[in-house]
């Protein structure tokens, strides 16, 4: 049993023999740090100017509504271009716009119209960023590897989800909102080194889409994949409801913390880390369970959307962290559960497509998500706002469990 334990662990792990992949990890885990401390200190600052649910949702879908509008397009360009160039680009783009932010902050200058238009431009360049960005990661490795490297993916991004709402915490509460914006521009310089120190002739899958190919005709390509392809449809569908109406937690959290707990900025760092926590330790499970499965990815996601409802009725701050851990642990489980199914099932030419969906949909849907809660909030208030989401993330989940079994009726039918 003990062998048994230790080669899961392994190959839980396997992935880091890459060096290619090492290199992109570790460059990934700072940068993704700075861009969690910057989301906080994003939160705080329109929290301290406007005190109002609205702007924060309001950010929110500034934001990630250039996702929603050219996230597509980034997959097109990602299956079409080298993605180590695309990488170093828009890692250079989110430096600057990071120190501007900084910038405003530190002098005193900055306002609310300040933060909407920064947040658009780096919803853009996010827009272009991720769908390369998570399609490289998944090429780095070998088909055997993939499953680990999707896992560890989410062991980086939950480690920075803990440390860097925690760190812009403290450094808010102590020194002000512009060391944490400043410290996430330098976090973009540790991606671009890893990417300069990367070796090309090791890159496992190479470009494959042909350039001469319409990229609208390539787009279309990729929706009808998606669209006819079951495995790949299910946690789609369930990625777009609870990242529509769950997976807000830039304006969740700001409302939770502000507008039911009342907490400070320490206190707001804290609910971050504690959802991040739990997030971490769903990631580090998920390193050792292998492929995902739709059995995981419902579970998670039902749990994940309950938690959401009954998240805003409590009144105590650790019982609101406690709640936050498990769904932290639920929403990774589930969202692990659907990278894998997707990363291992998608030709590696629709890869960059096919990611940018999952994308658009998780994120990209913020901006109706975020529009949603911030206008319930102001017109009910945040715990009915929020029981109102989960119900409507369940709804979604019941769409994706209905769908499935159709198409498994279909498959056995004569």
Same mark, same amino acid.
């Given at each position: 049993?003990?062998?048994?334990?230790?080669?899961?662990?392994?190959?839980?792990?396997?992935?880091?023999?890459?060096?290619?992949?090492?290199?992109?990890?570790?460059?990934?885990?700072?940068?993704? %740090?700075?861009?969690?401390?910057?989301?906080?200190?994003?939160?705080?600052?329109?929290?301290?100017?406007?005190?109002?649910?609205?702007?924060?949702?309001?950010?929110?879908?500034?934001?990630?509504?250039?996702?929603?509008?050219?996230?597509?397009?980034?997959?097109?360009?990602?299956?079409?271009?080298?993605?180590?160039?695309?990488?170093?680009?828009?890692?250079? =783009?989110?430096?600057?716009?990071?120190?501007?932010?900084?910038?405003?902050?530190?002098?005193?200058?900055?306002?609310?119209?300040?933060?909407?238009?920064?947040?658009?431009?780096?919803?853009?360049?996010?827009?272009?960023?991720?769908?390369?960005?998570?399609?490289?990661?998944? !090429?780095?490795?070998?088909?055997?590897?993939?499953?680990?490297?999707?896992?560890?993916?989410?062991?980086?991004?939950?480690?920075?989800?803990?440390?860097?709402?925690?760190?812009?915490?403290?450094?808010?509460?102590?020194?002000?909102?512009?060391?944490?914006?400043?410290?996430?521009?330098?976090?973009?310089?540790?991606?671009?080194?890893?990417?300069?120190?990367?070796?090309?002739? !090791?890159?496992?899958?190479?470009?494959?889409?042909?350039?001469?190919?319409?990229?609208?005709?390539?787009?279309? !390509?990729?929706?009808?994949?998606?669209?006819?392809?079951?495995?790949?449809?299910?946690?789609?569908?369930?990625?777009?409801?609870?990242?529509?109406?769950?997976?807000?937690?830039?304006?969740?959290?700001?409302?939770?913390?502000?507008?039911?707990?009342?907490?400070?900025?320490?206190?707001?760092?804290?609910?971050?880390?504690?959802?991040?926590?739990?997030?971490?330790?769903?990631?580090?499970?998920?390193?050792?369970?292998?492929?995902?499965?739709?059995?995981?990815?419902?579970?998670?996601?039902?749990?994940?959307?309950?938690?959401?409802?009954?998240?805003?009725?409590?009144?105590?701050?650790?019982?609101?962290?406690?709640?936050?851990?498990?769904?932290?642990?639920?929403?990774?489980?589930?969202?692990?559960?659907?990278?894998?199914?997707?990363?291992?099932?998608?030709?590696?030419?629709?890869?960059?497509?096919?990611?940018?969906?999952?994308? =658009?949909?998780?994120?990209?849907?913020?901006?109706?998500?975020?529009?949603?809660?911030?206008?319930?909030?102001?017109?009910?208030?945040?715990?009915?706002?929020?029981?109102? %989401?989960?119900?409507?993330?369940?709804?979604?989940?019941?769409?994706?469990?209905?769908?499935?079994?159709?198409?498994?009726?279909?498959?056995?039918?004569?």
């Amino acid at each position: 049993m003990a062998s048994l334990r230790t080669i899961q662990i392994s190959n839980g792990f396997r992935a880091f023999r890459v060096r290619n992949y090492r290199l992109f990890w570790i460059g990934q885990l700072i940068s993704f %740090c700075g861009t969690w401390m910057q989301t906080t200190a994003q939160a705080w600052v329109v929290y301290d100017i406007t005190k109002s649910p609205f702007s924060l949702g309001l950010v929110s879908t500034l934001q990630f509504l250039p996702i929603m509008v050219l996230t597509l397009f980034g997959g097109v360009i990602a299956d079409r271009v080298p993605k180590r160039k695309i990488i170093i680009l828009t890692q250079i =783009l989110a430096l600057i716009q990071a120190a501007i932010f900084g910038l405003l902050v530190a002098t005193g200058w900055v306002q609310i119209w300040h933060v909407y238009i920064l947040a658009t431009i780096q919803g853009m360049i996010n827009a272009i960023d991720n769908p390369v960005r998570q399609s490289f990661a998944a !090429e780095l490795v070998s088909n055997a590897d993939r499953p680990s490297a999707i896992a560890l993916n989410s062991v980086l991004f939950n480690t920075a989800r803990v440390l860097g709402p925690a760190i812009a915490g403290i450094l808010i509460a102590s020194v002000g909102a512009a060391i944490a914006l400043f410290l996430n521009a330098a976090s973009f310089l540790a991606v671009i080194s890893a990417a300069l120190l990367m070796n090309p002739a !090791e890159f496992i899958v190479k470009q494959t889409t042909r350039r001469n190919e319409a990229p609208i005709g390539q787009l279309v !390509e990729g929706l009808k994949y998606a669209r006819n392809t079951p495995v790949i449809l299910v946690p789609l569908i369930i990625i777009a409801a609870v990242g529509t109406f769950g997976y807000n937690f830039s304006v969740v959290l700001p409302l939770v913390g502000g507008f039911v707990l009342h907490t400070d900025a320490a206190g707001f760092g804290a609910l971050s880390s504690a959802f991040g926590a739990g997030s971490l330790i769903g990631a580090l499970l998920n390193t050792l369970n292998g492929k995902g499965s739709l059995r995981r990815l419902m579970f998670g996601s039902i749990g994940f959307s309950l938690l959401l409802a009954v998240l805003p009725f409590s009144t105590d701050l650790r019982l609101s962290m406690g709640l936050l851990v498990l769904q932290g642990l639920c929403g990774v489980t589930f969202t692990t559960a659907a990278s894998t199914l997707i990363q291992t099932t998608v030709p590696d030419q629709l890869r960059g497509r096919i990611t940018s969906l999952y994308f =658009l949909l998780f994120a990209g849907s913020t901006p109706i998500g975020a529009l949603v809660i911030g206008s319930l909030s102001d017109l009910l208030n945040v715990p009915d706002a929020l029981l109102i %989401c989960g119900i409507l993330c369940l709804v979604g989940i019941a769409i994706s469990a209905i769908y499935r079994q159709r198409t498994l009726r279909s498959s056995v039918a004569p």
